[in-house]
C-alpha cells in the first residue's frame, strides 16, 4: 500500500464522508427548520452512496487523484478566485434553497419534477466519477501533472465533451434545486454555472500551452460542455 493510500485509512475517509454530509445536512436542516425534509434526507442517502463508492475506489485504484481532490495545493491566483466565489455562491445556494424548498414553499415544484430532478442529480454524480475514473489527472485546481506524466484523455465523457466534470457539476446542482423543490434557487445555479464556464477558457489556455496533444485533441472534440451545443 502507498503512503497516500495509508493516509487515507477507513477511519478517515469515513470521518471525511460524515464530515461532507454534516456540512451539508445540518445548514440545510436549521434554515429549513424542517428536521423531516424528505428530499433533503433522498439528496443526502443519494451523496452519501456516491462519495462513499468513489473515495474508497480512488484510495484502491487512484490514490494521488484521492489526495489532490482534497488539496488546493498548485492554484493559480486566479483559479482560487474563481474557486473561492463558487464556495460563497453555494453557500448563497444552499440558503435559498432551503428557505424556498425546506421552510417557506415560495416555488410549488410538483412531486414527478422532483423526481426529475433526483435523476439528474444521479446522472451527474455518475458522469462525475465517471471522470475521476477515465482522468488520473482529474485535479480540483488548473495545473498540469508534468512530473506524474499527464496525458490528453480522449477517451469515456471526454470522447464527448472536453470538460465532463463540469457537466456533471451543473447537471447535478441543477437537479438538485428542482429536487429540494426550489425555483428561487435556479439563480444561485444559474451563477454557478457561469463561473464554470468562466474557468473553461482558463483551462483550455492552460492545456493548449502546456499539454502535448490537447489542441489536436480540441479539432476533434469540438464541444466543451453539452454535445451538439457548446
Known amino acids: 500500500m502507498s503512503e497516500t ?12 464522508i ?35 463508492y468513489t473515495m474508497f475506489w480512488l484510495r484502491k485504484n487512484n490514490p494521488q487523484l484521492l489526495e489532490s481532490r ?30 424556498d424548498g425546506g421552510r417557506f414553499h415560495w416555488s410549488l415544484v410538483p412531486v414527478l419534477v422532483k423526481i426529475l430532478g433526483f435523476i439528474g442529480v444521479a446522472f451527474g454524480l455518475i458522469i462525475m466519477f465517471l471522470v475521476m475514473k477515465e ?48 425555483l428561487f434557487g435556479l439563480i444561485p445555479t444559474t451563477i454557478i454555472s457561469i463561473l464554470m464556464i468562466i474557468r473553461i477558457p482558463l483551462e483550455e489556455k492552460l492545456l493548449h500551452e502546456g499539454l502535448e496533444g490537447y489542441t489536436e485533441y480540441t479539432e476533434k472534440v469540438k464541444y466543451r460542455l453539452i454535445p451538439k451545443i457548446w
Not at 440545510?28 to 423531516?36: H, I
Not at 488546493?72 to 453555494?90: E, F, N, Q, R, Y
Not at 465533451?161 to 438538485?176: A, D, E, N
Request: proline share 3%.
Open 70 to 99: 482534497t488539496s488546493m495545493k498548485g492554484s493559480s491566483k486566479t483559479d482560487k478566485i474563481i474557486l473561492s466565489l463558487l464556495g460563497v455562491v453555494c453557500i448563497v445556494y444552499f440558503i435559498v434553497v432551503s428557505l
Open 135 to 182: 482522468n488520473a489527472y482529474a485535479s480540483k485546481v488548473l495545473r498540469i501533472d508534468k512530473e506524474g506524466g499527464q496525458k490528453v484523455i480522449t477517451t469515456g465523457p471526454y470522447a464527448v465533451v472536453r470538460h465532463p466534470m463540469y457537466t456533471g457539476y451543473i447537471l447535478m446542482f441543477s437537479g438538485l434545486t428542482i429536487a429540494l423543490g426550489s
Open 18 to 52: 460524515i464530515f461532507t454530509d454534516v456540512m451539508q445536512a445540518l445548514p440545510l436542516m436549521l434554515l429549513s427548520g424542517n428536521f423531516l425534509w424528505i428530499e433533503m434526507w433522498i439528496y443526502i442517502l443519494i451523496f452519501t452512496i456516491f462519495m462513499t
Open 5 to 16: 493510500s495509508k493516509k487515507f485509512s477507513t477511519p478517515v475517509l469515513i470521518a471525511l
